[in-house]
């Protein structure tokens, strides 16, 4: 039972252009949310969260919008530089703290 | 160092054959978490510790994979009779969750995983 689902796989976009990651998660219970950015050979590293008393998050060129009703949340990224190339997961979880239930990654290439 | 260390970075071993696969956690940090990812997948939880012991190992497939932190530090993650379906990138998180002050954001910083290959 995949209960954090990313949808697509890979998304290539120009550089200066936006970039939107989605995710679908099924458990209600979930509460907090959170995106991962990983390279090749590296660990993923935390990119932005969001609380699901939030409908927005901001953090400089990243930005996170959480849709309860829908359970569907997105990042978006403006502007995109080649330097965001990477591997972006979706993860949840039920209590700030505990286990992440991450989606499968969506392979993001921004092109010079 | 200031990251999650996690050794060996590598590591091929026979079906059958013991592993034990180490992760050091950011100094002060007393959440620690163990994931397993495979190719074209993401991290699968297996294990999380608060302190010295477990606070949720139900992530953990069978009784062939065990994890201790004894100290309450570092943690060690062993498995036994080795399979091929074990062959994957073990990572290592750990989170400032539950301490005061600083870091207390429940954001989890992973190491550079370990990578098991069962021939």
């Known amino acids: 039972d995949q209960q954090v689902k990313q949808n697509s796989p890979s998304l290539s976009v120009q550089e200066g252009r936006i970039s939107i990651l989605n995710c679908d998660y099924t458990?209600?219970?979930?509460?907090?949310f959170l995106w991962y950015k990983k390279y090749p050979a590296e660990g993923p590293t935390f990119l932005i969260s969001?609380?699901?008393?939030?409908d927005k998050n901001e953090d400089g060129r990243f930005t996170v919008f959480l849709n309860k009703s829908a359970k569907h949340l997105s990042l978006h990224i403006v502007p995109s530089q080649p330097g965001d190339s990477a591997v972006y997961f979706c993860?949840?979880?039920?209590?700030?703290?505990?286990?992440?239930?991450f989606g499968e990654g969506t392979q993001l290439t921004v092109n010079p | 160092g200031a990251g999650v260390s996690q050794t060996p970075s590598n590591k091929v071993t026979e079906k059958g054959k013991y592993v034990e696969l180490r992760c050091d956690p950011i100094?002060?940090?007393?959440?620690l978490y163990w994931y397993r990812q495979s190719l074209g997948q993401g991290p699968e939880f297996l294990i999380y510790?608060?302190?010295?012991?477990?606070?949720?190992d139900s992530g953990l497939p069978n009784d062939r994979f065990f994890a201790v932190r004894p100290e309450g530090s570092v943690s060690t993650l062993k498995i036994q009779r080795t399979e091929r379906g074990d062959s994957a990138v073990y990572l290592c998180?750990?989170?400032?969750?539950?301490?005061?002050?600083?870091?207390?954001?429940?954001?989890?910083?992973f190491g550079e995983g370990s990578r098991l290959t069962v021939l």
């Open positions: 998180a750990s989170s400032g969750w539950g301490t005061s002050g600083r870091g207390n954001t429940g954001e989890l910083f």
């Open positions: 969001i609380s699901s008393i939030k």
């Open positions: 100094s002060g940090h007393t959440a």
């Open positions: 993860a949840a979880t039920r209590v700030r703290g505990s286990r992440l239930t």
């Open positions: 510790f608060q302190g010295t012991g477990a606070a949720d």
């Open positions: 458990n209600s219970m979930f509460d907090y």
